[in-house]
């Protein structure tokens, strides 16, 4: 039974993986979002040291590479993404600064107050808003800075539908005012929060995903676990464009008390 269950996990997670390897990015966001965001930080040079948890296959990784000094480890917990991350890093040459390495998130390798800046698009989730904002900390200096893309409400109701879709995927969902308080709270100064515009979530995020998807049902016909994940896709992607008015991705940058 125990073996079974493994092989069905196993299963969903090599689909899960390949179907979003097809992609250049696993979250919604765009290079200018990147580059927006990358604009509030400062005091960065060639010797810093600068994580991208969650990375993926390192679409935002590459363009904040480009746009600030400093050495940039990208940490994922999907081998084969890191494969494709270290792969775009040395087509783009910039292999001697960016390097992908597979872990987790909840288990860093790093030193207290070794890293500069903590950067993660559309990830934080995966450990939760509060606890990474208050486990990471210590890993930055002080004065050191953290940058996170994370899923928030824009008004302080919405329709049961959609409360309920997210309930189910990401309770930790919350008002933008809270979200602030909460990294006020972790011990950052909030210096930056804006809301990223919707092109992040259909050109750069659900766009491609259209093509990525006709592939895959060719590729598994018939297979109900692949057939579901496409489901699922396409049934978030219409949870979106009907409600985007009241959710978003809003990016948050504080700097470390
Ligand atoms: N930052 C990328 C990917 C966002 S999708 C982008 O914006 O395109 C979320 C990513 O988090 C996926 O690549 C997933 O593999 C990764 N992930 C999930 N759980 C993780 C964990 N515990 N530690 C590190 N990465 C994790």
């Known amino acids: 039974?125990?073996?079974?269950?493994?092989?069905?996990?196993?299963?969903?997670?090599?689909?899960?993986?390949?179907?979003?390897?097809?992609?250049?990015r696993q979250g919604p966001g765009s290079p200018e979002m990147t580059i927006k965001a990358a604009s509030f930080i400062d005091n960065m040079n060639p010797d810093s040291k600068i994580v991208d948890?969650?990375?993926?296959?390192?679409?935002?990784?590459?363009?904040?590479?480009?746009?600030?000094?400093?050495?940039?480890?990208?940490?994922?917990?999907?081998?084969?993404?890191?494969?494709?991350?270290?792969?775009?890093?040395?087509?783009?040459?910039?292999?001697?600064?960016?390097?992908?390495?597979?872990?987790?998130?909840?288990n860093l390798p790093f030193k207290e107050e070794e890293l500069d800046l903590i950067w993660s698009e559309g990830a934080i989730y995966n450990i939760g808003f509060e606890r990474?904002?208050?486990?990471?900390?210590?890993?930055?200096?002080?004065?050191?800075?953290?940058?996170?893309?994370?899923?928030?409400?824009?008004?302080?109701?919405?329709?049961?539908?959609?409360?309920?879709?997210?309930?189910?995927s990401y309770d930790q969902i919350d008002t933008i005012p809270n979200k602030v308080m909460q990294m006020q709270s972790a011990g950052y100064v909030p210096v930056a929060t804006f809301i990223i515009p919707?092109?992040?979530?259909?050109?750069?995020?659900?766009?491609?995903?259209?093509?990525?998807?006709?592939?895959?049902?060719?590729?598994?016909r018939?297979?109900?676990?692949?057939?579901?994940?496409?489901?699922?896709?396409i049934f978030e992607e219409k949870m979106y464009n009907t409600y985007k008015e009241f959710y978003g991705y809003v990016f948050y940058i504080g700097k470390r008390i």
């Open 1 to 24: 039974m125990s073996n079974q269950t493994i092989t069905i996990h196993d299963f969903e997670f090599q689909l899960i993986c390949e179907y979003f390897s097809q992609v250049e």
């Open 198 to 220: 919707e092109n992040c979530w259909t050109d750069h995020f659900y766009v491609p995903q259209s093509e990525a998807q006709r592939k895959f049902l060719e590729k598994y």
């Open 53 to 106: 948890l969650g990375c993926g296959t390192g679409g935002q990784t590459m363009i904040l590479a480009q746009n600030l000094p400093g050495n940039i480890t990208g940490i994922d917990l999907f081998p084969k993404f890191i494969d494709i991350f270290n792969n775009n890093s040395k087509q783009l040459a910039l292999e001697e600064r960016v390097k992908g390495v597979t872990g987790s998130m909840d």
């Open 132 to 168: 990474g904002l208050k486990e990471w900390r210590k890993y930055l200096k002080k004065g050191g800075y953290i940058a996170v893309s994370e899923a928030s409400w824009f008004t302080p109701d919405r329709p049961s539908e959609i409360e309920a879709f997210w309930m189910n």
């Open 222 to 233: 018939g297979e109900r676990k692949a057939e579901m994940l496409i489901e699922e896709m």
